[in-house]
């Protein structure tokens, strides 16, 4: 029998038996089961930690999503501004024959009506036109209060007026001024958001 096998050992014998069991238990133990928990419970953690971080990472793009959508906002308020102003190009023509006709209207002389090189801008490109005419102070008063009256932005640069050489009832002054419309770019806004997007993911 195994109780009298064991009893037949002296103490300090089975004082080191019941040691050696109790590692290989204890052995059995952590390799079975402890080991693996340990393993889970780091895998766990790392799983954890990298969840973490990307919600970090995410929060952090979402700010950055939230600020573009912002910039993105404004630009689309401040194109809706310049619409509002600005001919579209297919109307430049009829808009420049517009202010020949009110300078016609306003009883002024046209002397000179060129239209110069366009100047391309962020949202928009500029039409200027060399105007020169003849009439009197209040015909040129008049002439720009009807610009200034168009529905879209006209704008009058460099006036010079001088006396006419030869005075009569309707003409006592030269001017001259530089008219500019500004006409808005179709594709400005698509050109805007882009920009604004690769600045937003550069940060």
């Not at 610009?147 to 010079?160: E, T």
């Amino acid at each position: 029998m195994p109780d009298s096998s064991l009893s037949r050992l002296s103490v300090p014998q089975q004082l080191v038996l019941s040691i050696v069991l109790a590692v290989l238990i204890l052995g059995a133990f952590w390799y079975f089961k402890w080991n693996p928990m340990v393993r889970e419970e780091q895998q766990k953690t790392a799983t954890l930690t990298n969840l973490q971080n990307e919600i970090r990472q995410l929060e952090v793009t979402a700010s950055k999503l939230q600020e573009f959508q912002r910039e993105v906002a404004l630009l689309e308020q401040r194109l809706e501004t310049l619409k509002r102003v600005l001919p579209a190009q297919k109307e430049t023509d009829d808009l420049i024959r517009k202010i020949n006709n009110l300078a016609s209207e306003s009883s002024l002389k046209i002397k000179v009506f060129s239209p110069q090189a366009v100047a391309s801008r962020e949202f928009y490109l500029e039409y200027p036109i060399e105007l020169r005419v003849e009439g009197t102070y209040h015909n040129l008063a008049m002439f720009f209060d009807r610009i200034s009256r168009l529905s879209r932005l006209v704008n009058a640069s460099g006036l010079k007026i001088n006396a006419a050489r030869s005075q009569t009832a309707f003409v006592t002054i030269d001017a001259s001024c530089t008219a500019t419309t500004f006409v808005y770019q179709e594709n400005a806004g698509a050109g805007a958001a882009a920009r604004a997007g690769q600045a937003g993911a550069a940060r």
